[in-house]
């Protein structure tokens, strides 16, 4: 009789598993089209240099070297 409690608990639990995880590809396929939409506008975002290769920051305006990747005054991605 042991025997058939802990098969009927194994199931239940799996059961309440499934239908926990259920909702979870939803919400996870949301979230990944965000981060896939944020990646894909930062990579295919132009940046105008002129002949120095010098940027200037969109957040604060300051001029920055094109290798340096980070505004020295604000830290913002250049």
């Known amino acids: 009789m042991e025997i058939l409690w802990l098969a009927f608990l194994v199931i239940a639990l799996g059961a309440f598993a499934m239908l926990v995880g ?4 939803r919400d996870d396929a949301r979230g990944r089209g965000r981060w896939d939409s944020a990646f894909y506008a930062e990579s295919h975002r132009e940046t105008n240099t002129d002949a120095t290769g010098v940027l200037m920051c969109r957040s604060c305006g ?17």
Do not use: D, F, K, Y
């Open 22 to 25: 259920a909702g979870r590809t």
């Open 62 to 78: 300051a001029n920055a070297p094109e290798r340096a990747g980070r505004c020295p005054s604000c830290g913002a991605m250049l």
